[in-house]
């Protein structure tokens, strides 16, 4: 089993840019596809990127296609959101997921195995 811890949230400016880390402990890392996800207030939890186990296959979700950058270190059992160009609809809890369903990688939460506790990013105008 898998534990994931998120930091690198906080407040910004639109046009900003923030870097998520997610660190992994307690499995073997390379073994997980993983994801970053994020629920807004009042909305649902939405896919923003997910990157495969050794990193050849990278997704992303439309809105932030050209902003943000997914990657992952499996030495450092690390995955990080590089996030620039903040808007303030990008506000939301982020949180980063494995998955051993899938190898390379999935836009569907349920897939995900483990989950973080989340890491808040406040974006204003």
């Known amino acids: 089993q898998v534990s994931l811890v998120e930091s690198g949230g906080g407040l910004a400016q639109a046009g900003d840019s923030l870097r998520l880390t997610c660190v992994a402990s307690?499995?073997?890392?390379?073994?997980?596809?993983m994801g970053w996800f994020r629920q807004a207030p009042g909305k649902e939890r939405e896919f923003v990127a997910s990157?495969?186990?050794?990193?050849?296959?990278?997704r992303y979700t439309d809105s932030v296609k050209g902003r943000f950058i997914i990657s992952r270190d499996n030495a450092k059992a690390t995955v990080w959101l590089q996030m620039n160009a903040l808007k303030p609809e990008d506000t939301a809890v982020y949180y980063c997921?494995?998955?051993?369903?899938?190898?390379?990688?999935?836009?569907?939460?349920?897939?995900?195995?483990?989950w973080g506790q989340g890491t808040q990013v406040t974006v204003s105008s």
């Open positions: 990157i495969g186990r050794v990193s050849y296959t990278l």
């Open positions: 307690g499995g073997i890392f390379s073994r997980y596809a």
């Open positions: 997921a494995a998955t051993t369903v899938s190898n390379s990688g999935s836009y569907y939460a349920h897939e995900y195995n483990y």
